[in-house]
């Protein structure tokens, strides 16, 4: 099992940036796939980047492309999100998940249901 912990949201104006950071412990980060997700009010959770085992292969959604980074250190059982020229519409909590994969695989995954761990959430407030 892995437990995960977010943190680094908070309120920032349009344009601004933040960063969450997404702690893991328990079993060797490495084994996992990771992902990060947001859930605004009254909407489902959606997929907003994902990652392999080591960082190589990275997905986004259409609406952060070129907006947002994720990466991850393994050595510090590390997920980040690097946000950047944030908008009022990217408000929303914010989760990291982990789904356990094969040694050394590349895939990454979009799907909600494809996650077995989820974090608590952490919130981003983008004002207008």
């Known amino acids: 099992q892995v437990q995960l912990v977010e943190s680094g949201g908070g309120l920032v104006q349009a344009g601004g940036s933040l960063r969450l950071s997404c702690a893991a412990s328990?079993?060797?980060?490495?084994?996992?796939?990771m992902g990060w997700f947001r859930q605004a009010p009254g909407k489902e959770r959606e997929f907003v980047s994902a990652?392999?085992?080591?960082?190589?292969?990275?997905n986004y959604a259409d609406n952060v492309k070129g907006r947002f980074t994720i990466s991850r250190d393994n050595a510090k059982n590390m997920l980040y999100l690097q946000m950047t020229s944030l908008k009022p519409e990217d408000t929303a909590v914010y989760y990291c998940?982990?789904?356990?994969?094969?040694?050394?695989?590349?895939?990454?995954?979009?799907?909600?249901?494809?996650?077995?761990?989820w974090g608590q959430g952490t919130q981003v407030t983008v004002s207008s």
């Open positions: 990652t392999n085992w080591n960082g190589i292969r990275t």
């Open positions: 998940a982990a789904r356990s994969v094969r040694k050394y695989s590349d895939t990454y995954y979009r799907q909600v249901r494809e996650y077995d761990y």
């Open positions: 328990g079993r060797t980060f490495s084994s996992y796939s």
